[in-house]
């Protein structure tokens, strides 16, 4: 990722940034960003300066997702040791080191942000809504609640409901905001934004169940991380909730309603129909 480069923090903070960040990964949470923008917008605003502005927000929203693993798989947390086939960070480094390079991806995300709509024509106060609306997906209303609640969980039985509520802020949120974002910067009416929004929900919850039918039936090798640890841990997962077979199905349709959602979209939304099915096909 070109964008760190110019980053001048401590040298090992810094690798260990990179480390993460460049370890590979499916890109998914940026390239919905890209391709909700290109679903509202025509192709010569997209040969513009703007599409430019956009790769810096989609880098800055890999970069918050990234520092969300890293926390993630902290001793404190989950305690992997593999993440994209390699060694997770506090594992390449160690655990301080890791804490903080999660902390710097984060805010350097913000200030990736925020000096891109300094410089861009555009009206900043678009950016200053991609700000608020990742800073809200990604704090104590979404990402970090739904982490808590998981934890809470943890050798508790919950029902369905309260599986969907923790995982629509673990794993939606995120998803949710930034297909909105890319669509606020494209100019998405509100009827398109509201259809985005229910697909944004729906591949979601599909992308968490698929996790969690993986976490059974992956193979470590393709994933890059350990299976089985959700029941090593006593979590609640959709297959042990509801079968294996039975999470399968409910992916499916999960997909079904994401696509049925932008039936309306002409040819610019291909994008978000492949990797809506991507999500269900996917074998990490």
């Known amino acids: 990722m070109e964008i760190l480069k110019e980053y001048s ?22 390239i919905l960003c890209i391709a909700a923008f290109e679903a509202v917008t025509d192709h010569e605003t997209k040969r513009s300066n703007e599409y430019g502005d956009l790769i810096d927000v989609a880098c800055a929203i890999e970069m918050t997702h990234t520092y969300s693993l890293i926390h993630d798989d902290l001793p404190a947390m989950d305690n992997d040791d593999l993440r994209r086939g390699k060694p997770t960070c506090h594992k390449a480094f160690d655990e301080a080191t890791a804490i903080l390079a999660g902390d710097a991806l984060l805010t350097h995300a913000f200030e990736i942000i925020s000096l891109t709509g300094i410089n861009s024509k555009k009206d900043n106060r678009i950016y200053l809504e991609i700000i608020r609306r990742l800073a809200w997906a990604t704090g104590s209303r979404g990402m970090i609640e739904g982490q808590m609640l998981d934890i809470h969980s943890e050798n508790k039985r919950l029902s369905i409901d309260e599986i969907k509520r923790i995982h629509s802020l673990k794993t939606g949120a995120l998803i949710e905001s930034v ?32 996790d969690d039918i993986l976490n059974v039936v992956g193979n470590p090798d393709e994933m890059g991380k350990a299976a089985g640890s959700d029941e090593k841990r006593n979590k609640n997962a959709y297959p042990s909730l509801m079968g294996l077979d039975e999470s399968i199905g409910f992916a499916g349709k999960l997909i079904d309603a994401a696509l049925e959602s932008i039936r309306p979209f002409d040819q610019r939304c291909d994008p978000l ?12």
């Open 9 to 30: 923090g401590s040298a090992t903070v810094s690798a260990a940034m990179r480390h993460s960040v460049m370890a590979g990964g499916k890109r998914i949470r940026p």
């Open 273 to 284: 129909r492949a990797v809506a099915q991507y999500i269900i096909d996917r074998k990490k």
């Open 179 to 210: 297909i909105y974002c890319g669509a606020l910067f494209g100019g998405g009416v509100p009827r398109q934004m509201e259809r985005l929004n229910r697909y944004a929900k729906n591949i979601g919850l599909a992308f968490q169940v698929t």
